[in-house]
């Protein structure tokens, strides 16, 4: 148990070493503004390098996310139907099912997920 803790100890210092001695040698002292705009063969742009984003499509991503992440929270749900019975599982189902769908309704009914809008 102790060489556990004594290579843990030893590989967590090195890390850290390293780790300081990158962020002590690798940090820029003179900020160049020329080197700091777009590059466009060389020449100046000919137009703002900054392209307009859709705020819609960045809402429905992020609905998007959410959902997904919630669909996956669903798999350890069916995995442990084998270990759990159907009196203490059915309940749990049933109001996660009904927090996601409550969702989906809310934001239907705010339009988000229109896209003629």
């Not at 090195?14 to 001695?21: E, P």
Request: overall charge neutral; aromatic content about 12%.
């Amino acid at each position: 148990m102790q060489i556990l803790i004594y290579s843990a100890t030893l590989i967590l210092s090195i890390s850290m070493i390293l780790i300081l001695l990158l962020n002590l040698t690798s940090k820029k002292s003179i900020i160049d503004r020329e080197k700091s705009s777009p590059f466009e063969c060389g020449f100046d742009p000919k137009s703002s390098t900054r392209l307009p984003f859709s705020l819609h499509f960045f809402l429905i991503a992020i609905i998007f996310l959410v959902f997904d992440v919630e669909i996956t929270l669903l798999f350890p749900l069916i995995l442990s139907l084998n270990f759990n019975s159907m009196m203490s599982y059915m309940p749990t189902l049933i109001i996660f099912i009904s927090i996601l769908l409550i969702g989906l309704f809310h934001e239907w009914k705010q339009g988000a997920l229109d896209w003629t809008n």
